[in-house]
């Protein structure tokens, strides 16, 4: 992407991908401490993660992809990344549900945070520039992602108060 492009819906997901990523660098370099202080860390560490994928998740599925499978013909792409958001929010429940942080738990992390990796590389090479080269405006689209998300963010944070 030229840097001088505006800000669109890509660059917004984008972010939100990188963000992520930091989150499972940071859980990684503590992975399997057994100390109280690392288990309460990677407790939070891994609330976070699934937060933010949930709301990532669910703003391209409400959003993004229908209005990506309306303007492309690669199909294909959608249906995949469709498919591995069923699996992503398998994982994030088995997370969300585990009373300890032990090995297991970490093994959760990983596994998802490798299956998001694999994830966001096909949005990023593949899906992100066919919607970009479609008659798409992902201009007006980052500022309704945008408002989506704060909404979102605000329910999902309320319930697990
Ligand atoms: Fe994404
Ligand atoms: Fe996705």
Redesign the pocket.
């Known amino acids: 992407m030229s840097t001088r492009s505006p800000p669109d819906a890509c660059t917004l997901l984008d972010s939100d991908h990188r963000n992520v990523k930091k989150l499972f660098n940071q859980y990684d370099e503590i992975s399997g401490s057994k100390a109280k202080s690392s288990m309460q860390t990677r407790r939070e560490l891994a609330e976070q993660i699934c937060l933010e994928l949930t709301v990532h998740?669910q703003v391209?599925e409400e959003i993004f992809y229908p209005a990506v499978r309306a303007a492309i013909k690669e199909h294909d792409l959608l249906d995949e990344?469709e498919v591995e958001?069923a699996s992503v929010k398998d994982l994030i429940t088995q997370i969300q549900g585990a009373s300890e942080v032990d090995d297991m738990f970490d093994a959760k992390v990983k596994v998802l945070g490798e299956y998001i990796d694999h994830?966001v590389k096909e949005?990023r090479n593949e899906m992100f520039p066919k919607a970009r080269a479609s008659k798409l405006d992902l201009i007006a689209m980052r500022e309704e992602l945008q408002v989506r998300k704060e909404q979102l963010m605000t329910e999902l944070e309320g319930a697990n108060a």
Do not use: W
């Open positions: 998740a391209e990344a958001h994830h949005e």
